[in-house]
């Protein structure tokens, strides 16, 4: 009796999940509507050792894409907050802990017309120990940047697949 519920869960469960309208976002892989939007935006420079970070990887997650496109279309503008905050302090008052917080404001643009197709933001932040040794202090700071740029770039990413995804969804409606 178990074996045919479980039959008849695994035939069943695709068919309800097909009905509801759910499609996987990258569905089609690189000759997906979504990849191919991703593989049309060109990344503006962006200034600072983060906005380096941030660009390569946002250009990371778009170089598999961008080979299977025509070229840009659009235009990703980046502008980033990084601030560095102490917290922590000890009874000779030198801080024991610090507060990186990377912010960005990203803004799409028609490549062709110059509008504005987005204006959102993204941002994450990451605790830091401070130690007696300002090298480690340092690395410690440069390592929790590398993170955040990570971060930063794949929330762009999503909220980009998402917004293509979502043209695509208005596109395919009568």
Not at 40 to 64: C, Q
Not at 104 to 114: C, E, I, K, P, S
């Amino acid at each position: 009796m178990r074996a045919l519920i479980l039959l008849f869960a695994t035939i069943a469960l695709p068919l309800t999940l097909s009905g509801c309208g759910l499609r996987p976002l990258y569905g089609g892989g690189t000759h997906g509507a979504v990849a191919q939007g991703l593989g049309r935006i060109d990344v503006s420079p962006i200034e600072g050792k983060g906005g380096w970070l941030v660009r390569n990887a946002l250009n990371d997650r778009f170089a598999p894409i961008t080979s299977a496109s025509q070229g840009p279309t659009y235009r990703l503008d980046v502008v980033l907050s990084d601030q560095i905050t102490g917290s922590g302090v000890r009874q000779d008052d030198s801080v024991t802990r610090e507060r990186r917080i990377l912010r960005a404001r990203y803004q799409l643009f028609d490549g062709a017309t110059g509008v504005r197709l987005l204006d959102a933001t993204a941002g994450s932040d990451a605790g830091i120990d401070v130690t007696s040794s300002e090298y480690a202090t340092i690395a410690a700071e440069d390592t929790a940047l590398e993170r955040l740029a990570q971060t930063i770039a794949d929330q762009i990413v999503t909220r980009l697949a998402q917004r293509t995804a979502s043209e695509q969804a208005a596109a395919r409606k009568p």
